[in-house]
């Protein structure tokens, strides 16, 4: 059987990795990142079956381990009815909710433009390609690229092209 003791071990070993991690020659870095690659992942299903096992052990009464209590909360997500914001923003767009004057077309395209902005964009989404597709633009016309950060490419030179 495993024990917590075991998985001190393995973090003792992490930590002294990451600790000689600047003394590696550069075939043993890669080799190490490697390794760690699947590690990580075996990891993250590890804990994923754990984390499964807990939630099924708390579901039906919470555990205390220590300081720690353990239940489970039912997880969910808004669905949005997408049709009654709609209709919402036609409304509001046509006719001025303060004044009950009825807009001019343009005006109330705008206004259309102005609500839907504030609903659905924000300053860092990108517009959805068939939106763009069905304005005849392309993101590069509408938009700028900026560096953010960035990442380590790793290429299996043994794979086939285009596998």
Same mark, same amino acid.
């Not at 024990?3 to 190490?32: C, F, H, K, N, R």
């Not at 808004?78 to 004057?101: C, F, K």
């Given at each position: 059987?495993?024990?917590?003791?075991?998985?001190?071990?393995?973090?003792?070993?992490?930590?002294?990795?990451?600790?000689?991690?600047?003394?590696?020659?550069?075939?043993?870095?890669?080799?190490?990142?490697?390794?760690?690659?699947?590690?990580?992942?075996?990891?993250?299903?590890?804990?994923?079956?754990?984390?499964?096992?807990?939630?099924?052990?708390?579901?039906?009464?919470?555990?205390?381990?220590?300081?720690?209590?353990?239940?489970?909360?039912?997880?969910?997500?808004?669905?949005?009815?997408?049709?009654?914001?709609?209709? =919402?923003? &036609?409304?509001?767009?046509?006719?001025?909710?303060? !004044?009950?004057? %009825?807009? *001019?077309?343009? #005006?109330?395209?705008?206004?259309?433009?102005?609500?839907?902005?504030?609903?659905?964009?924000?300053?860092?989404?990108?517009?959805?390609?068939?939106?763009?597709?069905?304005?005849?633009?392309?993101? =590069?016309? &509408?938009?700028?690229?900026?560096?953010?950060?960035? !990442?380590?490419? %790793?290429? *299996?030179?043994? #794979?086939?092209?285009?596998?």
């Amino acid at each position: 059987m495993i024990t917590i003791g075991d998985l001190m071990a393995a973090d003792d070993v992490l930590v002294a990795l990451g600790e000689e991690s600047d003394q590696l020659e550069p075939d043993q870095a890669i080799a190490m990142l490697e390794a760690l690659g699947a590690l990580k992942s075996r990891l993250s299903a590890t804990e994923g079956l754990i984390r499964k096992a807990v939630k099924d052990f708390v579901e039906e009464a919470p555990r205390q381990l220590g300081d720690r209590l353990y239940a489970a909360k039912p997880d969910g997500k808004w669905r949005t009815y997408h049709v009654e914001v709609g209709a =919402a923003v &036609v409304g509001h767009s046509v006719v001025d909710r303060h !004044t009950g004057e %009825v807009r *001019d077309a343009k #005006a109330a395209a705008e206004r259309a433009v102005q609500l839907m902005t504030k609903l659905y964009v924000s300053p860092a989404d990108k517009p959805k390609a068939g939106g763009l597709l069905e304005l005849d633009l392309d993101l =590069a016309e &509408v938009s700028k690229w900026e560096k953010t950060g960035t !990442t380590l490419v %790793v290429t *299996d030179l043994s #794979a086939p092209e285009g596998a």
